[in-house]
């Protein structure tokens, strides 16, 4: 049976003051990826949990959230309890990496955690089951319109080869870089979720550059 490719934009370089005009911009999307940045983490600042809490008031799209934050244990929970459906922290920013995803999962959301560009996946193999989603950063956290980074495919790989191991439907996420020219080798790699922030927005039509994401992805896709 073929796998399924996702696409969730990010709404990072869309126009934030018009938040929901832009969700519904992307019909087709298999849901929304917000980027939570502190100026801590990363040297950037979006928005905070304030805000989620607002755009879930506002839709029924799947919410992604992405933690670009120092405290992902102080505040991860609380985006799952805002009704996000899944809510991805950075392990490099975890202190308890485990127990934050089990604190995720018991709130009703779906746990995920990020890695950036040079950080390895091998000694979080063991995290694999805790996990509904592992996000590879194909750029470096903080800022979208970056390029992608090619060095990470053989980390999607590894990492492909560990959600086998385990049985389970772990999904995989990059994000960064992700255009028409490059989700092809993300899903060959093993991708199989897809953040794509300007190739979606700058596109004349955002709803079908998310249909043709999905159609390169599909067709690339070998695992
Ligand atoms: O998390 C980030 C950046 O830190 C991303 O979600 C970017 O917002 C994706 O934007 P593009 O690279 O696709 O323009």
Redesign the pocket.
Known sequence: MAMAMRITP?I??ADLSNLSGEISRIPSADGV?L?VMDNHF?PNMTFGLPVVECIRKNTDAFLDI?L?IAQADRWAPAFAEAGAESVTFHVEAADAPIRLAREIRARGARASMALKPATPIEPYADMMPELDMVLL?T?E??????KFLDLVLPKIERTRELVKKTGQEIWIQV????SLETIERCAAAGADTF?????VYSAADPDKMVNDLRGKAVAACQH
């Not at 956290?141 to 970056?146: I, R, T, Y």
């Open positions: 990010s990072l370089n990826h980027d990363v992405h670009m950063m750029v956290p903080g800022f979208g319109g970056q994000d960064g870089g992700v953040v794509a922030g300007s190739a």
